[in-house]
């Protein structure tokens, strides 16, 4: 009797110790911005704040949901200190913000017109926001390398509460798009300095870092109209940087001038800017807008063509050439936008 008593009482401790140490902080400093989405289920938020180091379980995480009797996990943006329980983090998203203000970010957009449907929604401060986008080590911290946010904000639907801390914004859409570009570029080098862009038959195309990716994505989001035609479009602009020629791509001019309406004139073309791809060999400083995942996928993975340019029809289509008088002819049938001045 004593014998099964003594090995009752030390299964209780062992129990006990398990769940101490389960539930314990996963010994993260600070705090960190955790989206939840609409329609998510509970195994996939337990993955996530696994692996960003939130809790110390998954499995552990989600047994304390089951006997918690709680019907679900509400979507909406939540701030996480490093040092909450497991069980703190479950009564934190377990329970609906009471003013959370839902905000969808299309795909295309800048980082100023983010701050601008962020501010007229309450959300946050435009000025705030766009200092904390352009604030370099806060900007370190999330990874990113960039001089400001621009591309890194992913374009989704998001909710938060009234007047949140822009660092909070800025942490969770960078991490949506970090999340996005681990899913959708499966090409990394062992050490995950480059990636190769694949043509269909896996034969490298043309090396471009993650960041440059970005770049390529953000152009493409700009100019394709017609999703179909983004691997097309990706071609061109892998085609024109193999041969060192420059990208010639409207949209750069047009985020240079902040000119983001009407058409381009031919002096547009000429602004001396790092950005105006007519003028500077290579991709743009920083990419030009956020762009998708279809994007960001035809940035890596161009079709395989031997196209350098392509003029816009009036459908929104391309018409795609290989050589330059090509190009000239199809200019003179589908206008571009382009007006003398």
Do not use: W
Request: net charge positive.
């Amino acid at each position: 009797m004593l014998h099964k008593l003594s090995a009752a009482v030390g299964t209780a401790f062992i129990l006990a110790g398990t769940f101490f140490y389960l539930n314990s902080p996963p010994g993260r400093t600070g705090s960190s911005g955790f989206l939840i989405h609409n329609g998510e289920s509970v195994r996939r938020v337990a993955r996530r704040l696994d692996e960003s180091g939130l809790v110390r379980s998954r499995h552990f995480f989600m047994v304390i949901f089951a006997l918690s009797g709680k019907p679900y996990l509400y979507a909406g943006s939540y701030r996480i200190n490093g040092g909450m329980t497991a069980l703190t983090v479950l009564r934190r998203i377990s329970r609906p913000g009471s003013t959370a203000v839902r905000i969808t970010v299309p795909e295309g957009f800048t980082m100023h017109q983010i701050a601008d449907r962020l501010d007229s929604l309450g959300i946050t401060d435009r000025e705030m926001f766009l200092a904390r986008c352009g604030d370099r080590p806060f900007l370190r911290k999330l990874g990113i390398n960039g001089d400001t946010a621009e591309g890194y904000l992913f374009p989704d639907t998001y909710q938060f509460p009234p007047k949140s801390d822009p660092s909070v914004i800025i942490s969770v859409m960078s991490k949506q798009m970090f999340s996005v570009l681990t899913d959708s570029l499966h090409a990394l080098t062992p050490d995950n300095s480059s990636l190769h862009a694949l043509t269909p038959d896996n034969s490298s195309l043309h090396a471009l870092t993650p960041y440059e990716i970005l770049k390529m994505a953000s152009l493409i989001e700009k100019e394709a109209k017609l999703p179909k035609e983004r691997r097309m479009i990706s071609s061109v602009y892998h085609n024109r940087l193999i041969k060192g020629m420059k990208l010639d791509c409207d949209p750069t001019v047009r985020y240079a001038l902040k000119k983001f309406s009407g058409k381009l004139t031919y002096g547009d073309l000429k602004v001396d800017s790092p950005y105006n791809t007519y003028r500077v060999v290579g991709l743009p400083p920083t990419p030009i807008c956020s762009p998708g995942r279809e994007s960001i996928s035809a940035a890596a993975f161009p079709l395989n063509s031997d196209f350098l340019f392509f003029v816009a029809k009036k459908d929104g289509s391309h018409y795609f050439s290989r050589t330059y008088r090509e190009h000239l002819r199809a200019i003179k049938r589908h206008r571009d936008g382009i007006t003398d001045q």
